[in-house]
Structure formats: C-alpha cells, structure tokens
C-alpha cells in the first residue's frame, strides 16, 4: 500500500485545514487508518484512528472535539479535518494504515511522507 498524504500549510490560530491521504496498490477497505503527528524534537505521537468501514473512530484527548477523521473507501482516501487550530498542533502530519484496529505506532505497516502544518500565534 502506497499512502499520500497532502492538504498541509501554514494556518493561523483558530483556523482550519484538511489533510487528506489517498491509498493505493493495496485493499483500503481492509485496513484501519490513522494520522499520527511529529512536532519539532519531540517523539511521534498518536492523533486518531478510524475503523475499516469507517464506523468507530478514537482520538488522542489534545485534540477531541476538534479533529475529526472520516474515510471514502470508494476513494481509496482518508481525511483529519481540523478544525479550532493552536500553535501547539504544528507538526508533520502522517497517515497510516494498520491490518487491526490500534493506536500503537508499531501496529501501523504503512505510512505516508508526511505533511507540514504550521499554525501561527
């Protein structure tokens, strides 16, 4: 599976962007999808996970409420829309895909190049 990740930039306070991740060479329906987030020396972390048919979702507690994850397993494609942005969600932005549903980095096999968001004070 080849992930894609796009829809990154440079956002003030309060605003909002969608990241999208467009899957391919692989069953996207079959797999769990995560976004996962890199902030300037600091480790990878967790952002939200969704489901195969898109039904459950779960995200870390920084940005419930604000984040929302859907999937169109008929695009092949994944969203984060997020929304009510702070200077402390600059980060690179990673979607992954996981054979089981999981908030573990290590149970993610693919992961795409990753997407900058860069949100001003």
């Known amino acids: 599976v080849q992930l894609q990740a796009s829809g990154g930039g440079l956002v003030q306070a309060g605003g909002s962007l969608r990241l999208s991740c467009a899957a391919s060479g692989g069953t996207f329906s079959r797999r769990a999808m995560g976004w996962f987030r890199q902030a300037p020396g600091k480790e990878r972390e967790f952002v939200t996970v969704?489901?195969?048919?898109?039904?459950?979702?779960y995200y870390a507690d920084s940005v419930k409420g604000r984040f929302a994850i859907s999937r169109d397993n008929a695009k092949n494609t994944v969203y984060l829309q997020m929304n009510s942005l702070k200077p402390e969600d600059t980060a690179v932005y990673y979607c992954?895909?996981?054979?089981?549903?999981?908030?573990?980095?290590?149970?993610?096999?693919?992961w795409g190049q990753g997407t900058q968001v860069t949100v001003s004070s």
């Open positions: 969704i489901s195969r048919n898109g039904g459950t979702t």
């Open positions: 992954a895909a996981s054979p089981s549903w999981s908030t573990f980095e290590y149970e993610f096999d693919y």
